[in-house]
């Protein structure tokens, strides 16, 4: 199956679809999920918690380029290779986001003084068991986007442990 609905944390909607861009193909929003020597590479923000790097494209940017920018901005990371892996659709109260999600492999990680609207890097050998009730993260960490995600990677071997 590659087609979910589900609520997210804060009950609002989601689709996510392991397809070909299957609702943009100019989505405003990216996410992507990074490994980096043996580790998954995460941002720290400074109100939502930790969660895997992204933000918004920028005008006349393309997502796979706000995806690296995005990774490199937050984290002081250099993406070496991305993967599309899927997209989703979130029904807010304020609107509805469209959010590609990659997977990356990394670099290199550079120490920087100020980090791009976080507290810098974060590397985890494993991610908690569960999320949903830790304050640590971030509410993006909380539905299944996250979970199908990780299944999709290691069932079509674009990472292998
Ligand atoms: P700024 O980044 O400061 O502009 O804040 P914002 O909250 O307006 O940003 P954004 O347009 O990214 O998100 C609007 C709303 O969409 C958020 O408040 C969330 O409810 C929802 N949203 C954004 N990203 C995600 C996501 O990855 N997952 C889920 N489930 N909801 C999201």
Known sequence: ?????FEDFYKNTVELSFTDHPYSLTPKHVWVICRFKGQ?????????????????????????????????????ATVDA???????????????IIKNVYFAT??????????????????????????????KFSFMMKDEVLQRSMEYIFKNKILQL
């Not at 199956?1 to 609905?5: G, I, K, N, R």
């Not at 791009?116 to 908690?128: A, H």
């Open 106 to 135: 990394i670099e290199k990680i550079k120490i920087k003084a100020h980090y791009y609207e976080t507290n810098g890097p974060i590397l985890m050998k494993q991610l908690p068991e569960s999320l949903k009730d830790n304050d």
């Open 1 to 5: 199956m590659s087609y979910y609905t």
């Open 40 to 76: 998954w590479l995460l941002t720290e923000h400074p109100r939502r918690g930790i969660e895997f790097p992204g933000g918004k494209v920028e005008k006349g940017e393309s997502a796979e380029k706000a995806a690296v920018r995005e990774v490199f901005e937050e984290t002081g």
């Open 82 to 96: 991305l993967t599309y892996l899927a997209q989703y659709r979130v029904k807010g109260k304020g609107g509805t």
